[in-house]
Protein backbone atom coordinates (compact mmCIF):
# COMPACT_ATOMS: atom_id res chain seq x y z
CA UNK A 1 0.00 0.00 0.00
CA UNK A 2 1.25 3.41 -1.18
CA UNK A 3 2.26 5.95 2.02
CA UNK A 4 -0.38 8.48 0.94
CA UNK A 5 -3.14 6.01 1.04
CA UNK A 6 -2.49 4.52 4.09
CA UNK A 7 -2.10 8.17 5.41
CA UNK A 8 -5.18 8.68 4.06
CA UNK A 9 -7.29 5.35 5.30
CA UNK A 10 -5.34 6.20 9.08
CA UNK A 11 -6.70 9.78 8.82
CA UNK A 12 -9.95 8.67 8.12
CA UNK A 13 -10.33 5.70 10.79
CA UNK A 14 -8.81 8.72 13.78
CA UNK A 15 -11.54 10.57 12.65
CA UNK A 16 -13.91 8.08 13.16
CA UNK A 17 -12.94 7.00 16.15
CA UNK A 18 -12.56 10.60 17.67
CA UNK A 19 -16.55 11.04 16.28
CA UNK A 20 -17.92 7.98 18.23
CA UNK A 21 -16.14 8.98 21.50
CA UNK A 22 -17.13 12.18 20.67
CA UNK A 23 -20.81 11.20 20.30
CA UNK A 24 -20.95 8.24 22.73
CA UNK A 25 -19.76 10.89 25.64
CA UNK A 26 -22.40 13.79 24.60
CA UNK A 27 -24.88 11.13 25.48
CA UNK A 28 -24.03 10.39 28.37
CA UNK A 29 -23.56 13.80 29.64
CA UNK A 30 -27.28 14.69 28.22
CA UNK A 31 -30.07 14.49 30.33
CA UNK A 32 -32.07 13.19 27.62
CA UNK A 33 -29.52 11.24 25.86
CA UNK A 34 -30.45 7.23 24.84
CA UNK A 35 -30.22 4.74 27.33
CA UNK A 36 -27.89 1.93 25.33
CA UNK A 37 -29.06 -1.14 27.29
CA UNK A 38 -32.38 0.20 26.92
CA UNK A 39 -35.29 -2.00 25.17
CA UNK A 40 -36.79 0.32 22.97
CA UNK A 41 -39.05 -2.16 21.01
CA UNK A 42 -40.60 -4.30 23.63
CA UNK A 43 -43.07 -7.40 22.27
CA UNK A 44 -46.50 -5.88 22.71
CA UNK A 45 -49.03 -7.98 25.35
CA UNK A 46 -52.31 -7.68 25.73
CA UNK A 47 -52.96 -8.09 29.44
CA UNK A 48 -55.86 -10.49 30.74
CA UNK A 49 -59.19 -9.20 31.76
CA UNK A 50 -59.74 -9.46 35.27
CA UNK A 51 -63.20 -10.35 35.54
CA UNK A 52 -65.06 -10.54 39.40
CA UNK A 53 -65.37 -14.22 39.68
CA UNK A 54 -62.96 -15.12 36.92
CA UNK A 55 -59.14 -16.27 36.91
CA UNK A 56 -57.21 -13.20 36.11
CA UNK A 57 -55.80 -14.74 32.83
CA UNK A 58 -58.91 -16.01 31.60
CA UNK A 59 -59.75 -13.55 28.24
CA UNK A 60 -63.14 -12.58 27.81
CA UNK A 61 -64.42 -11.96 24.41
CA UNK A 62 -67.41 -9.23 23.55
CA UNK A 63 -70.84 -11.39 22.68
CA UNK A 64 -71.53 -10.37 19.41
CA UNK A 65 -74.94 -10.63 20.03
CA UNK A 66 -74.92 -7.79 22.68
CA UNK A 67 -73.20 -5.26 20.37
CA UNK A 68 -75.66 -5.85 17.74
CA UNK A 69 -78.33 -5.54 19.78
CA UNK A 70 -77.04 -2.06 20.95
CA UNK A 71 -75.68 -0.75 17.16
CA UNK A 72 -79.64 -1.47 16.25
CA UNK A 73 -81.29 0.52 19.43
CA UNK A 74 -78.85 2.93 18.90
CA UNK A 75 -80.11 3.00 15.14
CA UNK A 76 -83.48 3.29 15.94
CA UNK A 77 -83.10 6.15 18.63
CA UNK A 78 -81.54 8.23 16.10
CA UNK A 79 -83.84 7.41 13.79
CA UNK A 80 -86.78 8.11 16.54
CA UNK A 81 -84.47 11.71 17.46
CA UNK A 82 -84.54 12.32 14.46
CA UNK A 83 -88.70 12.20 14.22
CA UNK A 84 -88.80 9.24 11.67
CA UNK A 85 -90.37 6.60 12.64
CA UNK A 86 -88.25 3.10 11.84
CA UNK A 87 -89.88 -0.16 10.78
CA UNK A 88 -87.91 -3.81 10.45
CA UNK A 89 -88.17 -6.50 8.20
CA UNK A 90 -91.24 -8.04 8.79
CA UNK A 91 -93.22 -4.83 8.41
CA UNK A 92 -91.34 -4.08 5.25
CA UNK A 93 -92.27 -7.29 3.95
CA UNK A 94 -95.62 -6.73 4.97
CA UNK A 95 -95.65 -3.74 3.05
CA UNK A 96 -94.02 -5.14 -0.27
CA UNK A 97 -96.97 -7.99 -0.35
CA UNK A 98 -99.65 -5.85 0.58
CA UNK A 99 -101.73 -4.85 -2.59
CA UNK A 100 -101.14 -1.11 -2.38
CA UNK A 101 -97.45 -1.92 -3.28
CA UNK A 102 -98.66 -2.42 -6.54
CA UNK A 103 -101.21 0.19 -7.07
CA UNK A 104 -98.59 2.68 -5.65
CA UNK A 105 -100.19 3.44 -2.40
CA UNK A 106 -97.40 2.15 -1.04
CA UNK A 107 -93.48 3.26 -1.99
CA UNK A 108 -90.07 1.89 -1.40
CA UNK A 109 -87.54 4.78 -2.01
CA UNK A 110 -83.52 3.73 -2.17
CA UNK A 111 -81.53 6.52 -1.25
CA UNK A 112 -78.34 5.08 -2.30
CA UNK A 113 -76.07 5.90 -5.26
CA UNK A 114 -76.94 4.60 -9.30
CA UNK A 115 -73.79 1.73 -8.47
CA UNK A 116 -75.61 0.98 -5.92
CA UNK A 117 -79.20 0.75 -6.64
CA UNK A 118 -78.09 -0.94 -10.37
CA UNK A 119 -76.52 -3.95 -8.25
CA UNK A 120 -79.88 -4.45 -6.33
CA UNK A 121 -82.83 -2.64 -4.76
CA UNK A 122 -86.08 -3.80 -3.76
CA UNK A 123 -88.51 -4.54 -6.84
CA UNK A 124 -90.26 -1.42 -7.96
CA UNK A 125 -88.41 1.17 -5.17
CA UNK A 126 -87.50 4.70 -6.87
CA UNK A 127 -84.22 5.51 -6.47
CA UNK A 128 -83.25 8.84 -4.47
CA UNK A 129 -79.66 9.52 -3.65
CA UNK A 130 -79.68 12.39 -1.18
CA UNK A 131 -77.05 13.52 -2.31
CA UNK A 132 -78.30 14.75 -5.72
CA UNK A 133 -81.85 14.95 -5.28
CA UNK A 134 -82.64 17.85 -7.30
CA UNK A 135 -81.91 14.40 -10.47
CA UNK A 136 -85.02 12.35 -8.92
CA UNK A 137 -87.23 14.66 -7.20
CA UNK A 138 -89.30 15.29 -10.42
CA UNK A 139 -90.03 11.66 -10.54
CA UNK A 140 -90.02 10.57 -6.90
CA UNK A 141 -92.14 13.36 -5.01
CA UNK A 142 -95.25 12.41 -7.45
CA UNK A 143 -95.65 9.59 -6.41
CA UNK A 144 -94.61 9.97 -2.72
CA UNK A 145 -97.73 12.94 -2.45
CA UNK A 146 -99.70 10.14 -3.88
CA UNK A 147 -98.93 7.15 -1.78
CA UNK A 148 -100.57 6.61 1.69
CA UNK A 149 -96.84 4.61 2.87
CA UNK A 150 -93.38 5.53 2.12
CA UNK A 151 -90.67 3.44 3.07
CA UNK A 152 -87.21 4.99 2.91
CA UNK A 153 -83.81 2.66 2.72
CA UNK A 154 -80.45 1.94 2.04
CA UNK A 155 -77.62 0.30 3.17
CA UNK A 156 -78.75 -0.45 6.87
CA UNK A 157 -77.19 -0.23 9.71
CA UNK A 158 -75.26 2.52 10.27
CA UNK A 159 -75.98 4.47 7.24
CA UNK A 160 -77.36 7.47 7.29
CA UNK A 161 -78.81 8.17 3.45
CA UNK A 162 -82.39 6.77 4.34
CA UNK A 163 -82.68 9.51 7.36
CA UNK A 164 -81.57 12.35 5.20
CA UNK A 165 -83.26 11.04 2.16
CA UNK A 166 -86.25 11.02 4.53
CA UNK A 167 -85.93 14.07 6.15
CA UNK A 168 -85.33 15.89 2.77
CA UNK A 169 -88.63 14.25 1.40
CA UNK A 170 -90.60 15.46 4.45
CA UNK A 171 -89.16 19.10 3.80
CA UNK A 172 -90.45 18.89 0.30
CA UNK A 173 -94.04 18.18 1.67
CA UNK A 174 -95.07 14.97 2.12
CA UNK A 175 -96.39 14.13 5.56
CA UNK A 176 -94.39 12.68 8.01
CA UNK A 177 -97.08 10.38 9.16
CA UNK A 178 -96.39 8.65 6.03
CA UNK A 179 -92.69 8.33 5.95
CA UNK A 180 -91.82 5.03 7.52
CA UNK A 181 -87.69 4.16 7.49
CA UNK A 182 -86.44 0.43 7.05
CA UNK A 183 -83.26 0.49 9.64
CA UNK A 184 -82.17 -2.77 7.99
CA UNK A 185 -81.88 -1.89 4.76
CA UNK A 186 -80.82 -3.83 1.72
CA UNK A 187 -78.69 -5.85 3.38
CA UNK A 188 -81.35 -6.85 6.38
CA UNK A 189 -83.57 -7.32 2.54
CA UNK A 190 -81.03 -9.82 1.09
CA UNK A 191 -80.02 -11.55 4.52
CA UNK A 192 -83.66 -12.68 5.04
CA UNK A 193 -83.84 -14.00 0.93
CA UNK A 194 -85.65 -11.47 -0.44
CA UNK A 195 -85.43 -11.13 -4.17
CA UNK A 196 -84.12 -8.03 -5.48
CA UNK A 197 -84.16 -6.26 -9.12
CA UNK A 198 -81.19 -5.61 -11.28
CA UNK A 199 -80.68 -2.37 -13.28
CA UNK A 200 -83.44 0.16 -13.49
CA UNK A 201 -86.46 0.04 -11.78
CA UNK A 202 -88.89 -1.77 -13.27
CA UNK A 203 -86.51 -3.97 -15.65
CA UNK A 204 -88.34 -7.33 -14.60
CA UNK A 205 -84.72 -8.12 -14.07
CA UNK A 206 -84.86 -10.23 -10.46
CA UNK A 207 -82.49 -11.86 -8.05
CA UNK A 208 -83.27 -14.06 -4.96
Not at 98 to 110: A, R
Amino acid sequence: MSGPLKRTLLEALLVTVLGLVFAFGANRLSPRGLSLTRNYFPATTTPPVNVSGTNANTIVTPNPTNQTATSIQAVLDRLRSKGLQPIDVAEAKQLFEDPKYSQELTVFIDARDDRHYQEGHIPGAYQFDRYYPERYLAEVLPACLSAMKIVVYCTGGNCEDSEFAASALRDAGIPAERLVVYAGGINDWKTNGFPVELGARKSGNLRQ
